[in-house]
């Protein structure tokens, strides 16, 4: 037995009275359409939903290859430090050649200041 059927198999529509097979079948029917438009309605918002989020991910993604693309790679970057470490290297002796020069231009205007103020080399 039917839930919408009574004890006899008779089908009654909402205000009790007796319902033809036919006008149950095409409620039935009416309904199943219905049914199908809802879930076709659903599935379309749902897709458009999901077409937006792929588009913003595929934007996303999109700034990540440009961002990677404008970097630096790992062997131009320790090919410059390799670079500029020598010319650093360089640097630093050609201070210290200078500053040595300098010490002994230092102590030699000292002497020379002492010899000329006392007399005595």
């Given at each position: ?15 009790g ?92 205007l ?12």
């Open positions: 037995m039917n839930k919408d059927s009574d004890a006899n198999g008779n089908y009654h529509g909402s205000d009275r007796f319902v033809s097979l036919r006008d149950y079948f095409e409620r039935v029917f009416q309904d199943h359409a219905r049914e199908h438009r809802q879930l076709a309605e659903g599935i379309r918002i749902a897709s458009v939903a999901q077409d937006k989020r792929l588009d913003a991910m595929n934007e996303f993604r999109s700034a990540l290859v440009d961002q990677t693309n404008r970097g630096v790679t790992r062997e131009l970057f320790d090919a410059r430090v390799d670079v500029l470490s020598t010319a650093i290297g360089v640097l630093e002796k050609r201070m210290a050649y200078y500053a040595g020069g300098a010490a002994v231009v230092g102590a030699l000292g002497y020379l200041a002492r010899v000329i103020t006392t007399g005595n080399a």
